[in-house]
Structure formats: C-alpha cells, structure tokens
C-alpha cells in the first residue's frame, strides 16, 4: 500500500474538509445558488463600491463579521477560497478592538483590515499548494510570508485563502480545489492565476488580495473582474510564496513578483506604502531599497502634459471588438482633458518578448510539473497540458540555458532602446484580447507576458464600461495574424460574453510604478466611462 494519498481522494477529501469550514448558519440554499446572479443584499461596509482606504466608525470585529459572511456566500456562488479560518480571524479582531479599548491607539495603518491571501503563499501554521493536491501535506508554513507579516504587523487580519490552478500558471483559475467564476456572469472565467483573489474582491469578500504575477496573473484577475492592481517591477517587493510552490523551484530565468488586488488604486498606493514603509530591503539583500516616492513626477509632455503613447493592439492578437471600443472611448475622453500628448505606440519587439516568455517559464520543460502530478496520480487540466506545448517550452541544457539568458538580455536592452527613443511617459493599451473569456478558452498572454519579460510595472483599471451585445458586434470575416488570433476570432460570441467587465492597462519603465499609478490619478479624472 502506498503511503502517499492519491488522486481521486487526497482532492475529494480535502475539499470536504475546506466546504466543512463554512458555519451552519451562512449555507445557502440550492435554489438560492440556482437563481444566481442575484442581486446582493450584503451589509454596506462589505460593499465593493467602498475601498479599504476609507476610514469606518466600526469596530474590528465588525468588519471582520462582516467581510466573513460575504466571502462565505461568494465561495459557495463562486468556488474562490480554498481555506477559511474565520475563527481565528475573529480572534484577532477582537484582540484588536481590546488593544484600541485599553491603549486608544492603533496596532498600525492596517488596523482590522481582512486580508486574503493567494494559496501558495505562506500564512503561519496554514497549508499551501501550488494548485496540486500532492503539496497538501508538503507545504506547510511554520511562519507568514515576508509580505503577509508587514501586513500582519500593521494590524490586518487573515481569514482566509484563495483559489489559484493547476500549477500557478493559467489565465484561469481551475484546480483539484475546483473551478472559479466570474461574479459578473458565471459563465466566464475570472482570470488567473490569481482568479480566486479577483472573484472575492469583486464580489465584495475582501476588501485587498495578495496575488503574483509571472505572466499576468495579477492583471488578468483584475481586468476580467473589474477592479485594480499593480504589477511592480521585479525586486521591489519582497518574495510571499513558499519554497516549493512554484512550477519550477529556483528558475529565475523569469520573475514573478507579489502584488496587490484591490478595489481602487488609493488602496494600491496604501498597500505600497506599508509595505516599503516597512524597509523590507534590510532583511532581504535582494531587494532594491527604494521606497514608496509621493512626489510629483516631472512629465514630459509639451507643457508638462503627460506624454501617452497608445498601443491599440500588439500585432499578434487583434483585440475583440469590446476592448477596441474601450481603448477608443479611453482615449478620446482624456484628449478632452488637455492633461495628456498622446501618441500612437507600434508594438515594436512584443511578439518576440512573449515567445522568449514563454521559453523561460518551463526550462525544464514542464518534468517538475508532470513529477507533481505523478506524485498523486492527479490528472493534468486541459490548460495546464497547453501551456507547457507553446512553443519554445523545451528542457534546456545548462549551457541552452544560458545561451537563452543571454537572448533574453539582449531583447531586453533592444525594448527599452525602443522604448526610450518613442519618449514616452507612460504607455496605455489592452490587457488582455477581450474581456472575459469563456471557461477553459483563455490561450494568449502576450498582452502581459511581454511585460514580464521586459520586467516593466504595470497597473489595471475598469474603465467602467462592460460587453454589449449591440454595441459589439462581431468583425467582418478577415485573415488571422497568427494561431492564437485565429483563436480569438472563434471564440467571439458578444451574446456570451455580456457584462463582462472592459479593463485597460497602463505600463512604464523599470522602477516607474510610482509614475503608473499617478498617470493612473489623472486617467481616473474621467471615470467611469459611459457607453
């Protein structure tokens, strides 16, 4: 008899015990689930118009009751958390709410704020997997990531953690956990890998999510769920997952990053600020010890306007028709403003800088991910077999290894040569080929991925606007730019994609996040769009 757990059971039993966790009194009933998407009568404080910024006259306790009935109603509509404590997250409010009773102060600028947290990052005394049933009872965190102890330090409060797939790399969110939904229509995917983060944000379980992001998997969430996030540059934070979780432990050929998903940019800018504020760079030698910089940036513009160029689309995917309205109406509307120059941008290098992307993800190609599999007899996903089939994913020798390193070095110097010489401040274009997508249909990352591999900072906004079936219509037959244009184009059914979220993305250089995110203020100046 083997000693190891093995697939089916390890999942079904592990499941049982997360759907155990919700309290008898927040189960819904079958008919509640079946006449979802309803409209929510969840208190005030939870909902997903108020951000985490705004100061509340409510205790810690509250709030924590609160944000833990939503979640646990969003997780049974929406399959989003994988582990719930909402004991101890009410524990730690009260002690909270004693601490402000007997001192009148605050623990820190995070005081009673619920957090949740990606699954594969480490909570203290919490399991975590890298979406492969086989990591359950191999990775346990004796301590709180680097990231989640700064926040535990300001005062937040875990409760919870949130689904993520099969090997932490699809742009969709499907593991042994189960499969999560957008709360914006069912049918669609909520993005990923850090989809479970963006479904509860949306549908106002948790105020802030800590997610990562190698490929997109920050922004994805964000842009399918209508919400906000920022994709820093590399080394500016510090690392939250636990060693092992990844696909391919120790590749760092290609980066991921933490970041924050939240419902507004100010608690993007909060988020940063504790989290420097906290000078993580005198623990971990890898970091860069830059701060959070408040001050104004000196844009470049005529007359000190900021200096926008446009990328309508990244000459391998056309975006569908709802993106392209989006991109549109976003540019006439902050032409309006007289705030920016706004430029065209040709997607010089982007088809090169997400095949090199997709060449360094899998360097061992894919044999770590089918040994974790194996370790179970846990199936592969229908996603988790295409991604590791694209093309330039190969196991390398040491020597292709390096070979390819320094391709990609030199790729990075020929983008930011081309970047430099275009002098733009910021650089405003799709997230992703169409809102989205269809469960299981989600195939291109290019929008993204080019951004990784080039490690420039990137940040996701809702422009308000959503997919409508009259005003996007499909295209006239035409020839496809590539295999995932060709894609794109089938997939396109407007009538299923309806009301899902349009979201944009704004992109600088290295170590230009602070630059983003006060583009991103004066781009705010015009929103909501309206269709």
């Known amino acids: 008899m083997s000693l190891n757990p093995s697939w089916p059971a390890i999942a079904r039993n592990v499941v049982a015990e997360r759907d155990a966790c919700i309290p008898d009194g927040l189960l819904l ?22 951000d985490a910024t705004s100061p509340k006259d409510v205790t810690a306790v509250e709030v924590m009751t609160a944000f833990m009935k939503r979640a646990a109603v ?110 914006h229509n069912t049918a669609l995917t909520p993005g990923g890998s850090s989809g479970g983060c963006g479904a509860l944000i949306a549908f106002g379980g948790s105020p802030l999510s800590i997610g990562s992001d190698i490929g997109g998997s920050v922004r994805s969430p964000a842009s399918c769920c209508g919400i906000y996030t920022l994709k820093p540059t590399t080394g500016r934070l510090p690392g939250n997952g636990l060693r092992g979780a990844s696909v391919t432990p120790g590749n760092e050929s290609i980066l991921a990053t933490s970041g924050p998903i939240a419902r507004s940019s100010r608690d993007i800018n909060l988020f940063f600020k504790v989290v420097l504020g906290a000078q993580p760079w005198v623990q971990n030698m890898g970091l860069v010890p830059l701060p959070w910089r408040p001050e104004p940036v000196k844009w470049t513009g005529e007359a000190g306007k900021i200096r926008l160029g446009v990328m309508w689309n990244d000459g391998v995917v056309l975006p569908q028709p709802p993106v392209r309205r989006a991109l549109k109406a976003m540019v006439e509307a902050l032409k309006k403003t007289n705030k920016f120059e706004i430029v065209d941008y040709e997607p010089m290098y982007h088809k090169e800088l997400t095949l090199m992307a997709h060449s360094l993800y899998f360097t061992d190609g894919g044999a770590s991910l089918h040994a974790r599999a194996t370790a179970t007899g846990e199936p592969l996903c229908h996603l988790t077999e295409w991604v590791i089939t694209l093309p330039g994913v190969k196991k390398y020798t040491i020597h292709e290894l390096w070979e390819l390193q320094l391709e990609r070095d030199a790729l990075r110097a020929k983008y930011y040569a081309y970047w430099n010489s275009q002098k733009i401040d910021v650089l405003l274009c ?102």
Request: hydrophobic content about 35%; aromatic content about 8%; proline content about 6%.
């Open 29 to 50: 009933p079958g008919e509640f689930i079946a006449r979802y998407p309803a409209r929510s009568d969840e208190l005030q404080l939870t909902d997903p118009s108020n």
């Open 430 to 531: 799709p997230v992703q080929y169409g809102s989205a997508q269809v469960l299981q249909t989600t195939k291109y990352w290019g929008y993204t991925a080019a951004f990784n591999c080039a490690d420039f900072p990137a940040a996701v906004f809702s422009t308000g606007l959503k997919v409508d079936t009259t005003l996007d219509p499909k295209d006239e037959p035409r020839e496809p730019w590539s295999e995932a244009d060709a894609h794109s184009i089938a997939c396109y059914e407007p009538e299923l994609l309806k009301n899902g979220p349009l979201c944009l993305q704004l992109v600088s250089k290295r170590h230009s996040d602070e630059e983003v995110m006060q583009a991103l203020r004066e781009i705010e100046t015009v929103l909501p769009l309206r269709n």
């Open 74 to 183: 969003a997780h049974q509509l929406l399959c989003c958390l994988t582990q719930m404590f909402f004991d101890e997250g009410l524990a730690r409010a009260r002690e909270l709410d004693e601490y402000y009773e007997n001192t009148g102060q605050l623990i820190g600028p995070l005081h009673g704020l619920p957090i949740s947290i990606k699954d594969h990052m480490g909570i203290k005394g919490k399991k975590a997997t890298g979406g492969f049933s086989g990591d359950l009872e191999r990775l346990i965190s004796t301590e709180h990531g680097h990231i989640n102890q700064i926040l535990w330090d300001a005062g937040c409060v875990f409760y919870c953690k949130t689904n993520l797939p099969q090997g932490i790399m699809h742009l969709e969110t499907h593991s042994f956990w189960g499969q999560t939904l957008n709360p």
